[in-house]
């Protein structure tokens, strides 16, 4: 473990203390530039002081100096006094406010423009790291946490202290021996209560972080779903969030744990004085301790001392311990942006993961079968058909063998579709029906046809995210239903339309799928997928990589050269050259058909499909397979098709 991750580690299980030391010096700072607003807050605490005491004291000599004496008129006199001390509260308590905003909404404010300043700092300055999600919570839930907390805080620390005072006041004036009786008891459970704030505090700071944890998680593969399902990573994605889930649980019963114990001291500190105030009254008497005055020491107890305590003792609890760790988290020193980690569980996908052959850094592994000669226009190096069916009219058993070389029948196809049906409900028409394909090692084939029709159907099937509704799907000889990803992951590579890009190098982008790709590979990468100009702007391959500044086409690029980098032996682009121009989208696929392997292109311009060696239309009525002048021959949707990509009807050959 590094220096810099123990720190943090420490910080995480620390007891508290560590907190209470790096919040001291901006706790004094802040307080110091509000000495006024104190200062006018202790004063309308003074009068809270005078109201304790004048309760107590006035039920006291209302009973003694009137009632028992026989004086009704003084009694009621003395009771008026209490009286009046408890609605002069309501203004006190309008004062305390009124002084009170002037603590908590500049702290509200303080650490709003903290937290806005230490997530966009990093980014204006350009530096390093992608977006900090615990931003989002900083800003919004756990600033109202500090501020809520603080105030409670407040209200209830300088009720306990002024009313105590009063209280405690009141019962030395009317017997000393009150205090004796009153004060063990109140210690006990307060002491109890205060040994259980660093613990619980430490709790409340490993309950925060897992939730913020699980919060990143979310939104990282809230993000990353399509590339999670796509990849086949979605159980490694899910057994970390269940992982952190049960993090979070564990953290919550921990904290109910010593929120017990608390409950525990505050059942102490709220009933133990009034038993043993009870339980002492023989001994009071012989003291000479008055009726009135065990009146007034209970009246004390229940109406003054005891609720401030209880309030206390909740809220420095509850309130105190949120305060302090979220305050914590917000300006105590700066936490690493945790980083994707690539463990075996996460890398399925790649070439090299679980359950899969590597190949050497320095060589490029080459399929027996990837550098087999194309098939030459017309030969064809399979077929496709599609069996007699209602959804295919017109084609069946008896449809001609587009057939292809003796050599290339006795060779393992690259890709074999077996009487393949797809249907997305039980009742729907199917996007598939009976499709029979074969696509030969090396050969480049194009799919077409209008939106909709099931092209990218054809590529999920294919690369084994998406299992049929009847048939078999074959790649390179093996069925790729049920498959482990990691097997998956070292037949195809498939490139979807949106291209993924994760924060991290360049570098880390393009050996993703082949982590022990050399230098040289990425250059000759580089070089023929044309990306050496984004490369340049970044600053290298070894230059982060934020990839929400980069625009749908580079992002495609980094993605395509990724895939040519990845030793599996069959590519699929699903439109994964849209955002290209012309140009570049031509220079990227030649790239990507003179590498070892065979490519399947889902097309959306006429020059890709003129490009391969053969073309797939699908039109949901016909599946028609041949060269470029073979199926304009054969399938009026291509005819169709080719005149709205010239801009014009086409001209049958």
Request: glycine letters at 10%.
């Amino acid at each position: 473990m590094t220096r810099r991750a123990a720190s943090a580690d420490t910080r995480e299980t620390d007891d508290g203390s560590g907190a209470v030391r790096r919040l001291a010096p901006h706790a004094r700072r802040f307080l110091a530039r509000r000495s006024g607003v104190l200062v006018r807050l202790a004063l309308w605490s003074l009068a809270e002081t005078g109201q304790a005491f004048l309760v107590g004291y006035g039920v006291a000599r209302a009973v003694d100096q009137g009632f028992l004496a026989g004086d009704t008129r003084r009694g009621l006199l003395w009771l008026t006094v209490a009286l009046v001390a408890v609605l002069l509260g309501a203004p006190v308590i309008r004062g305390v406010f009124a002084q009170l905003a002037g603590l908590t909404e500049p702290l509200r404010d303080g650490l709003v423009r903290h937290t806005v300043d230490r997530s966009l700092g990093p980014a204006a300055a350009g530096g390093p790291g992608g977006t900090d999600r615990a931003a989002v919570s900083r800003l919004t839930n756990q600033v109202e946490i500090a501020r809520d907390s603080f105030a409670g805080l407040v209200l209830t620390l300088r009720s306990f202290v002024f009313t105590a005072a009063g209280a405690l006041l009141g019962l030395l004036s009317l017997h000393p021996s009150l205090l004796v009786v009153v004060l063990p008891p109140l210690s006990l459970g307060l002491g109890l209560f205060l040994v259980t704030l660093r613990p619980m505090a430490a709790a409340q700071r490993r309950a925060l972080a897992a939730d913020e944890a699980l919060g990143d998680h979310a939104a990282r593969s809230r993000a990353a779903l399509r590339d999670l399902t796509a990849c086949g990573t979605g159980p490694a994605a899910a057994r970390r969030g269940a992982e952190l889930i049960e993090g979070a649980a564990a953290a919550a019963r921990v904290l109910a744990g010593w929120a017990a114990v608390r409950t525990a001291a505050l059942g102490v500190a709220g009933h133990l004085p009034v038993l043993a105030l009870l339980l002492a009254v023989p001994w009071l008497r012989g003291r000479g301790v008055t009726a009135g005055a065990l009146l007034g020491a209970f009246t004390y107890l229940v109406q003054s001392l005891l609720p401030a305590l209880h309030t206390l003792m909740t809220a420095l609890g509850a309130a105190g311990s949120r305060l302090l760790v979220v305050l914590d988290r917000i300006i105590g020193p700066e936490r690493p942006e945790p980083r994707p980690e690539r463990t075996r569980a996460a890398e399925p996908e790649r070439a090299g993961g679980p359950g899969s052959v590597r190949a050497p850094a320095a060589t490029r592994p080459e399929p027996a079968l990837a550098a087999a000669p194309r098939p030459a226009p017309g030969a064809g190096g399979g077929a496709v058909t599609a069996r007699a069916t209602a959804a295919i009219p017109g084609v069946g058993d008896d449809a001609p063998d587009l057939g292809g070389r003796p050599a290339d029948r006795a060779r393992t196809a690259a890709v074999e579709l077996r009487s393949v049906t797809l249907s997305y409900g039980v009742r729907s028409e199917p996007v598939l029906d009976s499709l029979d394909l074969c696509v030969a090692p090396g050969e480049h084939l194009a799919v077409v046809g209008p939106s909709g029709i099931g092209k990218s159907t054809l590529t999920r099937l294919v690369a084994g995210t998406l299992a049929p509704s009847g048939g078999e799907v074959r790649v390179d000889g093996r069925e790729v239903t049920g498959r482990p990803p990691a097997e998956l992951a070292s037949l195809r590579v498939l490139v979807p339309q949106e291209a993924y890009v994760f924060s991290g190098t360049l570098s880390d982008n393009l050996t993703y799928l082949r982590p022990g790709a050399s230098r040289a590979d990425l250059d000759a990468a580089v070089d023929a997928l044309g990306l050496w100009p984004l490369v340049e702007r970044l600053g290298g391959l070894d230059a982060p990589v934020r990839p929400a500044e980069l625009s749908h086409g580079e992002r495609q690029l980094v993605a395509l050269t990724r895939a040519w980098v990845s030793p599996a032996p069959l590519l699929l682009l699903d439109e994964a050259t849209c955002h290209l121009d012309p140009a570049a989208e031509a220079r990227a696929e030649e790239a990507l058909t003179r590498r070892p392997g065979t490519l399947l292109v889902v097309a959306h311009r006429l020059s890709s499909a003129v490009r391969a060696d053969r073309v797939l239309v699908l039109d949901g009525t016909d599946a028609v397979c041949g060269t470029h002048d073979e199926v304009l021959d054969r399938s009026p949707l291509y005819r169709d098709l080719t005149g709205h990509w010239q801009g014009g009807p086409a001209r049958r050959r």
